[in-house]
Nanobody
Framework: QVQLVESGGGLVQAGGSLRLSCAASGRICSINDMGWYRQTPGKQRELVASITSGGSTNYADSVKGRFTISRDDAKNTVYLQMSSLKPEGTALYFC?????????????????WGQGALVTVSS
């Protein structure tokens, strides 16, 4: 019904930058919060950054000042601009949309996840 597709992952050297994109598709009316999470093998998925429909943002302490989250509601897309990347930033990055309203029929999806985009930061 609703799909999230991440793009922009890849290999980058420490100190470099990458921009992740996550596009939501489907019969979407609106999306409340959108966010980026990351996960490494053997560890729990952790919040990287989130943004509300009103534009309020929240960041993990480890990325504050280096990452910027933004969204384009006309395109149902959320972005994560990552700068000054560190090797510990190597992870699978997931996009999540929370409180997604869809039409035909009208329904509210509590949360939808993307399939993940791999980011590898070499030292």
């Amino acid at each position: 019904q609703v799909q999230l597709v991440e793009s922009g992952g890849g290999l980058v050297q420490a100190g470099g930058s990458l921009r992740l994109s996550c596009a939501a598709s489907g019969r979407i009316c609106s999306i409340n919060d959108m966010g980026w999470y990351r996960q490494t093998p053997g560890k729990q998925r952790e919040l990287v950054a989130s943004i509300t429909s009103g534009g309020s943002t929240n960041y993990a302490d480890s990325v504050k000042g280096r990452f910027t989250i933004s969204r384009d509601d006309a395109k149902n897309t959320v972005y994560l601009q990552m700068s000054s990347l560190k090797p510990e930033g190597t992870a699978l990055y997931f996009c999540k949309a929370r409180e997604v309203w869809v039409t035909s029929p009208m329904a509210r999806l509590s949360e939808v996840w993307g399939q993940g985009a791999l980011v590898t930061v070499s030292s």
